[in-house]
């Protein structure tokens, strides 16, 4: 059974870092892509960074993009988020999510995910 | 702005038929790009419904459907049931984007 759990979530000053860890069971980590997917409070799912099997190819949203860092850690089945200079729009729950077919190259989708971690960035 | 669009509430009495639609363009729906639905119940994650257009995974009852033309999809659910009520995604890849993964607005299902 796959599993996927996220952590690292908390409060968090504007201009703050966090990192998001996403810990992975059930399947073979390193043959997929992941993705994390985030949801504002009372709003709709915006997607938000993928990243290669290997961990070589990374993509980001436009409003992620130099700000927050995708990386895996096929060794421990992990995946994570860096996030920096954060600010108040970037108050959300986090998921990652598992994406299908395994090897993906854009047109994927998420047939698994965590059950969120909570990320508020407020002063 | 969603780059897909949809409407942000349907409705339906048990046992009725609704569709969900969702619009897209000729940069992620009409290039062809597959379509693929999500249902959110409350306070929880979000689920896979429908994968590649028309596609239920193990244990999404047939009640729902998906179905793909030009730069538009729909799903549609019959029979409905009070457990239905949910938020429903679409999403799909947009080739005019730089991360290029794109879901909708999301609906509201409401069941009578």
């Known amino acids: 059974e796959v599993q996927l759990l996220e952590s690292g979530g908390g409060l968090v000053q504007p201009g703050g870092s966090l990192r998001l860890s996403c810990a992975a069971s059930?399947?073979?980590?390193?043959?997929?892509?992941m993705t994390w997917v985030r949801q504002a409070p009372g709003k709709g799912l915006e997607w938000v960074s993928g990243?290669?099997?290997?961990?070589?190819?990374?993509y980001y949203a436009d409003s992620v993009k130099g700000r927050f860092t995708i990386a895996r850690d096929n060794a421990k089945n992990t995946l994570y988020l860096q996030m920096n200079s954060l600010r108040d729009e970037d108050t959300a729950v986090f998921y990652c999510?598992?994406?299908?077919?395994?090897?993906?190259?854009?047109?994927?989708?998420?047939?698994?995910w965590g059950q969120g971690t909570l990320v508020t960035v407020s002063s | 702005q969603s780059v897909l669009t949809q409407p942000p509430s349907v409705s339906g009495a048990p046992g009725q038929r609704v569709t969900i639609s969702c619009t897209g363009s000729?940069?992620?729906?009409?290039?062809?790009?597959?379509v693929h639905w999500y249902q959110q119940l409350p306070r929880t994650a979000p689920k896979l419904l429908i994968y590649?257009?028309?596609n239920r995974p193990s244990g999404v009852p047939d009640r729902f459907s998906g179905s793909k033309s030009g730069t538009s999809a729909s799903l549609a659910i019959t029979g409905l049931q009070a457990e239905d009520e949910a938020d429903y995604y679409c999403?799909?890849?947009?080739?005019?984007?730089?991360?290029?993964?794109?879901f909708g607005g999301g609906t509201k299902l409401t069941v009578l």
């Open positions: 000729s940069s992620n729906i009409g290039a062809g790009f597959d």
């Open positions: 999403q799909s890849y947009d080739s005019s984007l730089s991360g290029s993964v794109v």
């Open positions: 059930g399947f073979t980590f390193s043959s997929y892509v």
């Open positions: 590649v257009n028309s």
């Open positions: 990243i290669s099997g290997s961990g070589g190819v990374t």
């Open positions: 999510a598992k994406d299908e077919p395994p090897y993906c190259a854009g047109d994927c989708y998420q047939d698994s």
